[in-house]
């Protein structure tokens, strides 16, 4: 298919049938309606000398559509004439009405311009014809250049500058936060924990504390869930992210939450055992 559709597009282009114009023609008239000029043009290439329009000056442009082969008139579904200023960029696009036999006369009073004429300078205006017609390939000619008095400079609009592409804003965002090297976060561990040890030596003969069945089999793996946490909050400290540690301590809570219930549930067996 890939192949396909480009060999069925080249076809029809092949198959379309040729327009073509019949007696092209301009004239140029006074305002007294004396002719100044009258040239025809040609589908090959625009006229040599550009057209030059006075304000009181009426340009005149007919001509006729047919088939190329059988020489009848032709009435195209789209008829324009383009009128375009290199210099400014500015474009008129000028509809074109044609009869059902392809015949065609568009007047230009420089008196009354239409509204689809642009706003002209000094530069001159490229005027090109554009048709377009079911089973025929399009035509687009330049036909001439034409020099018309330059018109008033358009007055911008006050929220004109409303409309106008507005620079980029660029977000300033803080640098992440950097840790602190690895040395001085040993050290600074280092103090805590020698700290701590220090006072639980120091304290220890006064407290005292009785753990009999600390590392029985019931107990230990809860007192080893607590000290999981702890290990999982100075891995913390030393690299990992807050969800890293969101997710590891979930999943830790989960047995410790088990082997708590299982603790105490010993625990409460033997005070009841000893109570009996």
């Known amino acids: 298919m890939i192949f396909v ?13 040729l327009l073509t114009l019949q007696s092209p023609r301009i004239t140029v008239t006074a305002s007294d309606g004396s002719q100044l000029r009258s040239d025809p043009l040609s589908l090959k290439q625009q006229l040599a000398q ?3 329009l006075s304000q009181a000056d009426n340009l005149k442009i007919t001509f006729q559509t047919v088939d190329a082969d059988s020489g009848k008139g032709i009435q195209p579904q789209q008829t324009f004439l ?24 568009f007047e230009l009073n420089m008196a009354q311009p239409p509204l689809s004429f642009p706003a002209t300078s000094d530069a001159p205006l490229k005027v090109s014809l554009i048709i377009g017609a079911v089973g025929y390939t399009p035509l687009n000619v330049n036909l001439f250049d034409l020099f018309v008095p330059a018109s008033q400079p358009i007055v ?6 409303s409309f106008h ?12 936060p950097k840790q602190p090297p690895k040395p001085i976060s040993a050290i600074a561990a280092g103090l805590v924990l020698a700290l701590g040890l220090f006072f639980l030596v120091l304290y220890w003969g006064r407290v005292s504390p009785k753990t009999p069945r600390l590392l029985s089999a019931k107990i230990l793996p809860f007192t ?17 992210k ?9 999943l830790l809570g989960v047995v410790t939450i088990f082997t ?10 033997r005070r009841l055992g000893v109570q009996k």
């Open 82 to 105: 383009r009128f375009y200023d290199e210099q400014s960029g500015e474009e008129g696009i000028q509809p074109l009405r044609v009869t059902n036999g392809g015949k065609v006369k």
């Open 165 to 176: 592409p507005l620079p980029p804003i660029e977000h300033t965002f803080r640098p992440d």
């Open 50 to 52: 550009p057209v030059t």
């Open 224 to 240: 080893a869930t607590l000290g999981a946490f702890e290990i999982l909050m100075v891995w913390y400290w030393v690299d990992l």
């Open 260 to 269: 708590g219930k299982y603790a105490l549930s010993s625990i409460s067996e």
């Open 242 to 250: 807050l969800g890293d540690v969101l997710l590891y301590g979930g």
């Open 5 to 17: 559709a480009p060999l069925l597009l080249l076809a029809s282009t092949a198959s379309a049938a």
């Open 156 to 161: 911008p609009h006050p929220d004109e500058a």
